[in-house]
C-alpha cells in the first residue's frame, strides 16, 4: 500500500521538492502527494500546488500511513520545523530522484532529498535530513552530518567531512580530506582549501574567515566556560 508524502514547509526549496517527489511517483516511488505543513497559510497563494497546506508540524494530526520528507534549506530551520514531527513519532523517507547517481556502498541516514543530477560516489556516509542540490557531487569516502544543506552545484571531493548543521552556498568547492566543523557556513563559489573551525563563516577563492554563525557564536561561550578543547561535534542547543 502507498504510503502518503508530506513535505515539511511550502517555501521555494519545498515547491522542487514538490516537483521532485512527483517525478519520482512517476517512476514508482510508493508514495500519493498529500500536500505540505507550514505556518503560513497563504505560503502556496496564486501557485498549483494542489492539495496545498496541510496545517503546520505542531497542530497536524500524524496518521498511520504519513511519512514525511524535509525542504528546507536553513539547516537551523531544519532543527526547528523537522523536531516537532519526530518527536510525535514521524517517519521520515528518503527522497531521491530517479537522476540522481548513487555509487556502490553508499550508508544513508533518513529524511535525506538527493535533487536531480545529484551525485553520491563510492563509500560515502551521509547522515539524517540532509539535502543535495542539483548538479553537486559527494565525492569518494566523504561524510557529511546530520542537518547539513548541500546546494547545488557543489563539489565535496574526496575523504572531504563535513560535521552536523553545514550549509555550503551554491559551487562551493570542498578540496580532498577537508574537515569543516558543526554549523559553519560556507558562502556561495568558495573554494576551501583548509579546515574550518565549528560554527565559522568563510567565503571567498581561497575561503577566510568572515564571521560567525549563531550556533558558533553559541559555542564559543560554551567552550570558553567549559574548557573544552576541540570538541568533535556540536549539538544543536534545541536538541539538548
Known amino acids: 500500500m502507498k504510503k502518503n508524502l508530506v513535505i515539511i514547509s511550502a517555501g521555494k526549496f519545498a515547491r522542487e521538492a514538490y516537483a521532485w517527489a ?15 505543513l507550514d505556518d503560513r497559510g497563504d505560503a502556496l497563494k496564486g501557485l498549483d500546488y494542489t492539495p496545498g497546506i496541510l496545517g503546520d508540524v505542531t497542530t497536524y494530526p500524524i496518521e498511520p500511513d504519513d511519512v514525511f520528507i524535509g525542504a528546507i ?14 518527536e510525535r513519532g514521524g517517519r521520515f523517507v528518503n527522497l ?40 553537486s557531487n559527494v565525492g569518494h569516502d566523504a561524510r557529511v552530518g546530520d542537518w547539513c544543506q548541500i546546494s547545488s552545484h557543489c563539489g ?19 578540496i580532498p580530506g577537508i574537515h569543516i ?44 566556560e567549559s574548557g573544552e578543547i576541540n570538541p568533535k561535534r556540536i549539538r544543536d542547543p534545541r536538541l539538548q
Not at 571531493?157 to 562551493?172: D, R
Not at 565559522?200 to 570558553?224: C, D, L
Request: proline share 8%; charged share 15%.
Open 96 to 135: 531521491i530522484h530517479p537522476r540522481a547517481n548513487i555509487g556502490k556502498n553508499p550508508q544513508f541516514g533518513t529524511g535525506i532529498l538527493l535533487a536531480p543530477f545529484a551525485s553520491v560516489t563510492c563509500d560515502v556516509r551521509i547522515g539524517d535530513h540532509v539535502s543535495v542540490g542539483a548538479f
Open 73 to 86: 534549506g536553513d539547516p537551523r530551520d531544519k532543527v526547528k520545523y523537522y523536531s516537532p514531527i519526530l
Open 22 to 36: 512527483a517525478q519520482a511517483i512517476a517512476q514508482g516511488a510508493p508514495w500519493n502527494l498529500k500536500g505540505f
Open 156 to 174: 565535496i571531493n574526496g575523504n572531504a567531512v563535513l560535521e552536523e548543521g553545514v550549509f555550503l552556498g551554491s559551487h562551493a568547492c570542498i
Open 181 to 224: 566543523g558543526a554549523w559553519a557556513f560556507v558562502g556561495a563559489g568558495s573554494v576551501v582549501v583548509q579546515d574550518i573551525p565549528p560554527g565559522v563563516k568563510v567565503f571567498g577563492n581561497p575561503a577566510v574567515p568572515i564571521g560567525r554563525t549563531e550556533e558558533g557564536s553559541k559555542f564559543e561561550i560554551r567552550h570558553r
